[in-house]
Nanobody, 120 residues
Framework: QVQLVESGGGLLQPGGSLRLSCTAS????????MGWYRQAPGKQRELVAS???????NYADSVKGRFAISGNSALNTVYLQMNSLLPEDTAVYYC??????????????WGQGTQVTVSS
């Protein structure tokens, strides 16, 4: 099995910065890509940022220039650096991994989520 564990959420004022971390562990053969999603109350879960094994990155338009995704070479640890936070960034942030397990079958795995609240 594969486990994803997020950390780093919290409460902060508009304009502040926060870094989220996600660590993947378990029966991992290879990680294809990792990403961060978020879900605000009453809204659908949306992609915030992703990074693939080749180093390619993708960002939602709403966070371009403010957020940055990074990770180690194996992508079993990834980060989301969030700067210039806005109240509309308030959401539960989920780590996602598209991962080949030791069975050589890939699947999407999710962390438990971490709350980010931006409020004055």
């Amino acid at each position: 099995q594969v486990q994803l564990v997020e950390s780093g959420g919290g409460l902060l004022q508009p304009g502040g910065s926060l870094r989220l971390s996600c660590t993947a562990s378990g029966s991992i053969f290879r990680i294809i890509a990792m990403g961060w999603y978020r879900q605000a109350p009453g809204k659908q879960r949306e992609l915030v940022a992703s990074i693939n094994a080749g180093g390619g990155r993708n960002y939602a338009d709403s966070v371009k220039g403010r957020f940055a995704i990074s990770g180690n070479s194996a992508l079993n640890t990834v980060y989301l650096q969030m700067n210039s936070l806005l109240p509309e960034d308030t959401a539960v942030y989920y780590c996602n991994g598209r991962i080949y397990t030791d069975t050589r079958v890939w699947d999407d795995y999710w962390g438990q989520g971490t709350q980010v609240t931006v409020s004055s």
